[in-house]
């Protein structure tokens, strides 16, 4: 198979948005528990910290966390997890089945967000409780002192406010599982009055507005445009979540998976541009993908919940391979592709839920295949993102039709001189050989190529093989004057580097 590509800095789609790097850290499980957090822990800081994690958290590349749900947040009362440990309430995590101990809150994940280097997110509960509370959480993280609440966070030891810009209001309040549930107009209604509240306390916020929870929702689309007919003015961001898996042992289907983000992000632009025209609006309104992964969803939908509340449990504790990695890049790619609307998104989750990062309680830290494609997708993709328009060969799916058996995008510093292309072969038996041409870059340098591949696109990492499945050098890469060529092993995730 043969594809080629042209790459030419002049084709620029938008910046480089470095909130595309960010993560959920959820009270799920053992996300924050075990994850995160443990007390204990040969590696933990004087904060209860793992330092493990955190190292692997800088070297991820993490930009944004968004805490602390997801479902959990739509039940969940803020006040229980600051202020003394030993005074905090135990309480039923109804989302999760799980009893949550609220010995880690929202001090301590912005203490954590500041040790991690990555800009803190939070969501309000839309679910149980409404603009009050929401203005008083954001009347404790963000008024600098002399009111009941403010003065409540500096006593527990946060003399400065915790400058948090983006909030989301509720999670996916579409879904009829989520505590709280609404309907669009509901819904619409109460995070219009809330936004507009939070905004008469605090100017400058950037405000996330639900979207579906997913494309496949029945409300999908109808949702979106009601509910931005009443928050147009008032928020900034419509959300997007979106999670796959592979169905059936249809691997060329899941592979695929980027054209079903590709048409969800093209949907809610042009149902967010409708309204806005509607309204007569200049505004546009971007996308928060703030939940994206693959998720074995259904495995955990098969499953008997707990009978009791345990604290912390193993959840959603997804094991990865090589071919969801490769799917993971191609998601990556279509969020990049679209940075021109889609200004911020969130990998679900961070550590042991969904997560790129696992832990051994009081053992040890390890990579998931999942880790290196976000790893060096933002590392490496800087300045620009360059609009590339594959010429690939085509085969048949059986969930999206015929679709290109090449992915990929491109990013360009000015500043640096740098190029990165990302490219995924779909493709699960065939090589695809690549010829890029190369237009106005000058003269670059083959500074590096590297490939997530291998013989079995199910072998995975463990914590005793960390390293089985890595990017290794591509070696069959050339650059010769402006034509870069390089061959993309069947179901593999690539990145070459220009400098
Ligand atoms: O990320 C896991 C769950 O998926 C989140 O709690 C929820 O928002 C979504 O349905």
């Known amino acids: 198979?043969?594809?080629?590509?042209?790459?030419?800095?002049?084709?620029?789609?938008?910046?480089?948005?470095?909130?595309?790097?960010?993560?959920?850290?959820?009270?799920?499980?053992?996300?924050?528990?075990?994850?995160?957090?443990?007390?204990?822990?040969?590696?933990?800081?004087?904060?209860?910290?793992?330092?493990?994690?955190?190292?692997?958290?800088?070297?991820?590349?993490?930009?944004?966390?968004?805490?602390?749900?997801?479902?959990?947040?739509?039940?969940?009362?803020?006040?229980?997890?600051?202020?003394?440990?030993?005074?905090?309430?135990?309480?039923?995590?109804?989302?999760?089945?799980?009893?949550?101990?609220?010995?880690?809150?929202?001090?301590?994940?912005?203490?954590?967000?500041?040790?991690?280097?990555?800009?803190?997110?939070?969501?309000?509960?839309?679910?149980?409780?409404?603009?009050?509370?929401?203005?008083?959480?954001?009347?404790?993280?963000?008024?600098?002192?002399?009111?009941?609440?403010?003065?409540?966070?500096?006593?527990?030891?946060?003399?400065?406010?915790?400058?948090?810009?983006?909030?989301?209001?509720?999670?996916?309040?579409?879904?009829?599982?989520?505590?709280?549930?609404?309907?669009?107009?509901?819904?619409?209604?109460?995070?219009?009055?809330?936004?507009?509240?939070?905004?008469?306390?605090?100017?400058?916020?950037?405000?996330?507005?639900?979207?579906?929870?997913?494309?496949?929702?029945?409300?999908?689309g109808a949702w979106e445009s009601t509910v931005l007919e009443e928050t147009y003015d008032l928020v900034d961001f419509v959300s997007c979540h979106a999670y796959y898996e592979e169905h059936d042992g249809d691997l060329a289907s899941f592979l695929a998976s980027a054209v079903d983000m590709d048409h969800f992000i093209d949907s809610v632009v042009a149902t967010a541009d409708a309204v806005g025209a509607r309204l007569k609006s200049k505004k546009k309104i971007d996308i928060s993908f703030d939940e994206w992964n693959v998720w074995y969803m259904s495995r955990f939908q098969g499953a008997e919940p707990p009978r009791d509340w345990p604290e912390a449990p193993p959840l959603l504790e997804d094991h990865y391979h090589l071919a969801d990695a490769v799917t993971l890049g191609g998601l990556l790619i279509s969020l990049l592709r679209h940075s021109d609307r889609v200004t911020a998104a969130c990998l679900a989750q961070l550590v042991n839920v969904i997560a790129p990062i696992m832990t051994e309680p009081g053992g040890r830290a390890w990579r998931q295949t999942t880790f290196h494609p976000f790893a060096q997708a933002s590392r490496h993709a800087g300045g620009h993102v360059l609009r590339t328009e594959p010429a690939s060969p085509l085969h048949g799916t059986e969930r999206f039709g015929e679709v290109p058996v090449l992915d990929a995008v491109a990013t360009h510093d000015e500043e640096t001189g740098a190029t990165t292309l990302f490219a995924v072969n779909r493709s699960t038996t065939q090589p695809l050989t690549l010829t890029t041409h190369l237009r106005g870059l000058g003269t670059p340098r083959l500074a590096e190529s590297t490939t997530l591949s291998g013989p079995d696109p199910y072998a995975r990492n463990t914590a005793d093989t960390p390293e089985a499945v890595v990017p290794r050098p591509n070696p069959g890469t050339r650059l010769s004057g402006e034509t870069l060529e390089l061959t993309l092993p069947p179901v593999s995730w690539n990145v070459v580097r220009l400098t």
Request: net charge negative; glycine share 12%.
């Open 1 to 220: 198979l043969t594809a080629h590509l042209t790459l030419d800095p002049a084709f620029r789609v938008a910046p480089v948005r470095r909130r595309t790097f960010g993560t959920f850290i959820e009270h799920l499980g053992r996300c924050v528990y075990t994850g995160v957090y443990e007390p204990g822990h040969p590696s933990a800081d004087e904060n209860g910290f793992r330092r493990d994690v955190l190292d692997l958290v800088r070297e991820l590349g993490v930009t944004t966390a968004r805490y602390p749900g997801g479902n959990f947040v739509s039940g969940y009362r803020w006040e229980d997890g600051v202020g003394p440990r030993d005074r905090r309430p135990r309480r039923l995590d109804l989302a999760w089945h799980s009893t949550e101990s609220n010995q880690f809150g929202l001090d301590e994940f912005v203490t954590w967000t500041r040790a991690a280097g990555v800009e803190p997110m939070l969501a309000v509960n839309l679910g149980t409780r409404g603009i009050a509370e929401a203005l008083d959480l954001l009347e404790y993280c963000s008024v600098e002192s002399g009111t009941r609440l403010s003065d409540m966070r500096v006593a527990n030891g946060a003399k400065e406010p915790h400058g948090i810009t983006m909030w989301c209001l509720g999670n996916e309040m579409d879904g009829p599982w989520q505590i709280g549930h609404k309907t669009a107009h509901e819904y619409g209604r109460l995070a219009a009055e809330t936004a507009r509240a939070m905004r008469m306390m605090v100017p400058g916020l950037e405000l996330v507005a639900c979207g579906s929870s997913g494309s496949g929702m029945e409300t999908f």
